[in-house]
């Protein structure tokens, strides 16, 4: 497909089980980002990976979040022992960032995950 | 601490009307400034951009936004709305040695006949 996509699109999981969320980017896409958006408020960064680089895990909440990009393409976000806070949607973005010109960002539909 | 600041987190108006969406960033040496839409039940898209140049940039859908260095802001306008562009709407900024997005908490503009 042409754009990012996400699955599965929706997620209902009992408190406590572990869930993996998946994202493949634009095909070609170096940079490709993990951000969070819980009901009224904005878009919480997550994870950033950018081509061969150690990625920025700066926005991870705790240690039960993690994420995986595995050949520079697809990418997995596993939430550990989910907790019902854990309950947002969660979008994947990927970028063709150039170190010269920052180029935009280009999101997927999202995943939303609900915790009972 | 880097970060991106919408004043107002609803903004209603009547259509036709003008409007402005406020947005400030914390102040770095170089920045990339974006706004972004996202209508009800649908993903982000990309309004507008500046990332260098003119200081005046013009997106989709009539909208602007002027880039203020000085005052550290990046404010979305449009001069005559419509009821279609009730949204949600994201205002991010990219810092040259992080290069990740951060967002702003987000605007609810609601356009009312």
């Known amino acids: 497909g042409a754009g990012v996509s996400q699955s599965p699109s929706n997620k209902v999981t009992e408190k406590g089980k572990d869930v993996e969320l998946r994202c493949d980017p634009i095909?070609?896409?170096?940079?490709l980002y993990w951000y969070r958006q819980s009901l009224g408020q904005g878009l919480e960064f997550l994870i950033y990976?950018?081509?061969?680089?150690?990625?920025?895990k700066s926005g991870l909440p705790s240690d039960r979040f993690s994420a995986e990009r595995t050949g520079g393409s697809v990418s997995t976000l596993t939430i550990q022992r989910t907790q019902q806070e854990d309950s947002a949607v969660y979008l994947c973005?990927?970028?063709?960032?150039?170190?010269?010109?920052?180029?935009?960002?280009?999101f997927g539909q999202g995943t939303r995950l609900t915790v009972v | 601490a880097q970060s991106v600041t919408q004043l107002d987190s609803q903004v209603p108006v009547f259509e036709e009307a003008p409007v402005e969406l406020r947005c400030n960033y914390s102040?770095?040496?170089?920045?990339?400034l974006f706004w972004y839409v996202q209508y009800p039940n649908q993903g982000l898209q990309l309004l507008l951009k500046y990332l260098s140049g003119s200081t005046l940039v013009k997106g989709i859908n009539g909208f602007e936004a002027e880039f203020n260095k000085s005052q550290t802001s990046f404010h979305l306008r449009k001069p005559s709305v419509h009821i279609s562009d009730t949204a949600e709407y994201f205002c991010a900024v990219s810092y040259n040695q992080g290069g990740k997005l951060i967002f702003g908490q987000g605007t609810e503009l609601s356009v009312k006949p």
């Open positions: 102040s770095s040496v170089s920045v990339y």
């Open positions: 990976f950018q081509g061969n680089s150690a990625p920025d």
């Open positions: 973005a990927s970028s063709p960032r150039d170190r010269v010109v920052y180029t935009e960002a280009f």
């Open positions: 095909s070609g896409h170096t940079a």
